[in-house]
């Protein structure tokens, strides 16, 4: 896999997704690691007072996703407008934040990881250190919308670890760069 072509004036941003204890943060690094982009956690980009509501175990609003929605956005852009490829970690769990996300940056792909709820549940009740709590998973789940095959993602089940997730994704990726430079051959000089 040569991932060389990706850089310079045609970066990617491959968003890593899924509800908390998926493995994002784990994939989204590794990944990241492999491909030797930068990458950040969209955890990072909450404000004081969600993280606040999560840790007392209150589900986030539409109302306090959008403003975070939007900081992980421009982080994107600025990675975009720098020539920059990069890996992002993003629950992404309804359309609509995806559309968001994803709107106006035609290389900006979504790769979603499904885990069953008790593989779910049995990671969130053995994480430490971290805001989100165990209880608020069923919130979570009720909130996801799978993406669709209209959507620029793809579903990938996150059960075999996540050294095989990555090689997934890398695989995947390679594809879909393949593909894209087949097509973009056949179409000539613009």
């Known amino acids: 896999m040569n ?4 850089s310079g004036t045609r970066p990617v941003i491959l968003i890593v997704a899924g509800v908390s204890g998926s493995g994002k943060t784990t994939v989204g690094a590794m990944l990241a690691g492999r491909l ?3 990458f950040a956690d969209a955890d990072s980009f909450h404000p004081p007072e969600n993280i606040e509501k ?9 109302t306090d996703r959008w403003p975070w929605l939007r900081a992980i956005a421009a ?3 600025e990675r975009l407008a720098a020539g920059e ?3 992002i970690t993003c629950s992404a769990l309804r359309r609509s934040y995806r559309d968001l996300l994803l709107g106006g940056r035609p290389r900006a792909w979504v790769v979603f990881l499904a885990v069953d709820r008790a593989d779910l549940a049995r990671r969130l009740a053995t994480r430490a250190g971290h805001f989100f709590p165990a209880q608020l998973l069923d919130s979570q789940l009720s909130e996801v919308e799978l993406p669709g095959p209209d959507e620029q993602a793809i579903v990938l089940p996150e059960t075999s670890g996540p050294a095989e997730t990555v090689g997934s994704i890398l695989g995947w990726l390679d594809r879909k760069l393949a593909a894209e430079a087949h097509n973009e051959a056949e179409a000539g000089p613009a």
Do not use: R
């Not at 999560?54 to 539409?62: E, R, Y």
């Open 36 to 38: 030797g982009w930068p």
């Open 54 to 62: 999560m840790h007392a175990g209150i589900p986030l609003t539409d």
């Open 3 to 6: 991932f060389s072509g990706v």
């Open 75 to 77: 982080w994107m852009d």
């Open 85 to 87: 490829s990069a890996v």
